[in-house]
């Protein structure tokens, strides 16, 4: 089965914080993870954040985003996403880069797992998406 999973649940994956042991538990099963290639950033961000804050080491950080990135089966370019994620982001007046993530659960017809409250009960009213709480 795929799930789409995005940044509050991958960056997890990368860093130790509140809810990290079930982020990773959910690398136990066989689930197929994808995600917009904007992940990649978001994890990104994240870990700089740390980095520069010096709770790790820049090297740290890289390897970091570099496990979370291959633990993703599909990185989709958001050109692919854009204009459904778009539409999903005016609809529900909710930043964009959160819809992306929306548009690709609707695309693929798979559910979305999330650590974001804001975005779960924004995605309440995007019809035919299952989005789960981590």
């Known amino acids: 089965m795929t799930i789409v999973v ?23 099963s066989d689930e197929d993870f994808i995600a917009p290639s904007l992940i990649v950033a978001e994890i990104g961000s994240a870990l700089w954040k740390r980095a520069v804050r010096q709770d790790m080491s820049t090297r740290d950080a890289v390897r970091a985003l570099q496990s979370a ?7 989709v370019p958001p050109t692919e ?4 994620a778009t539409e999903i982001a005016v609809d529900l007046r ?3 880069y ?8 609707e695309r693929e017809r798979c559910a979305l797992i999330t650590a974001d409250a804001k975005l779960i009960a924004a995605a309440k009213a995007v019809k035919g998406v299952e ?4």
């Open 131 to 134: 989005v789960r709480k981590l």
């Open 98 to 105: 959160d819809c992306f993530y929306l548009a690709l659960a």
């Open 6 to 28: 995005d940044a509050s649940v991958a960056a997890k994956w990368a860093l130790q914080e509140n809810a990290s042991d079930r982020a990773r538990a959910l690398l136990d």
């Open 81 to 84: 996403l854009a204009a459904r």
């Open 94 to 96: 909710h930043p964009i």
């Open 69 to 75: 990135v291959r633990l993703l089966t599909q990185l």
